[in-house]
Structure formats: structure tokens, C-alpha cells
Nanobody, 124 residues
Framework: QVQLVESGGGLVQAGGSLRLSCAAS????????MGWFRQAPGKEREFVGA????????VYADPVKGRFTISRNNAKNTMYLQMNSLKPEDTAVYYC?????????????????WGQGTQVTVSS
């Protein structure tokens, strides 16, 4: 089992940047494909992006392509989400998740472990 803790959220003006971190407990972090999701008030949780176990492959949702970058440092048991050119519509609670499977997945129900979330607010 793995426990996930997100950090790095906050308030930023439109056009600004933030970097979220997802710290994982345990020695098996490298065995999990990882993902980022977000949920805005009144909306369903949506996929943001995901990264393979060794960080070689990434997948992004269309709204964030070219602006967000996912990376991971398996030696530090940490995944990152670099968010640039932020827009007010990026405002949401951001969650990281771990999947016990082998490949990258985009559906929330495929993920087995979740963090508690971190709030990102982008002002216009």
C-alpha cells in the first residue's frame, strides 16, 4: 500500500505558474504508474495527466497540453506537476493517484490510491 500527500497549491494570477508535488510513502513508488486529476466546484473529477513507472511516457488531457508537465523522481518517491500559463479555469482541487497496474491509465476508477488533494486557485 502507498500513501500520497500533495503539496504546492495556492493562489496565483492568470498567466502564472505553480509546481505541485506528490510525495509517496513506501519503497514501491517506482512500481506505480501515477496520475494527476482535478475537481472544480460542482464538476466531476477530471483527468489531467499521467506518467509511466519510470517516467519515460506521459499523457495529458487536451486542456493542459503544452502548459502542464508531469515528472517524477523515483529516488525521492515524488511526482511533480509543473503548471505554466495558468488560467482561471484551472482552478480546482488537484489530486495525485497511484495505479497498481502496469501501464498509463486515464480513468479515475482505474487508480487504487489517492491523496487528499491540494487547492489551486487562479485569479483573473
Amino acid at each position: 500500500q502507498v500513501q500520497l500527500v500533495e503539496s504546492g497549491g495556492g493562489l496565483v494570477q492568470a498567466g502564472g505558474s505553480l509546481r505541485l508535488s506528490c510525495a509517496a510513502s513506501g519503497r514501491t513508488f517506482r512500481s506505480y504508474p501515477m496520475g494527476w486529476f482535478r475537481q472544480a466546484p460542482g464538476k466531476e473529477r477530471e483527468f489531467v495527466g499521467a506518467i509511466s513507472r519510470m517516467g519515460i511516457s506521459t499523457v495529458y488531457a487536451d486542456p493542459v497540453k503544452g502548459r502542464f508537465t508531469i515528472s517524477r523522481n523515483n529516488a525521492k518517491n515524488t511526482m511533480y506537476l509543473q503548471m505554466n500559463s495558468l488560467k482561471p479555469e484551472d482552478t480546482a482541487v488537484y489530486y495525485c493517484a497511484a495505479d497498481k497496474g502496469e501501464g498509463i491509465v486515464v480513468d479515475a476508477y482505474e487508480y487504487d490510491y489517492w491523496g487528499q488533494g491540494t487547492q489551486v486557485t487562479v485569479s483573473s
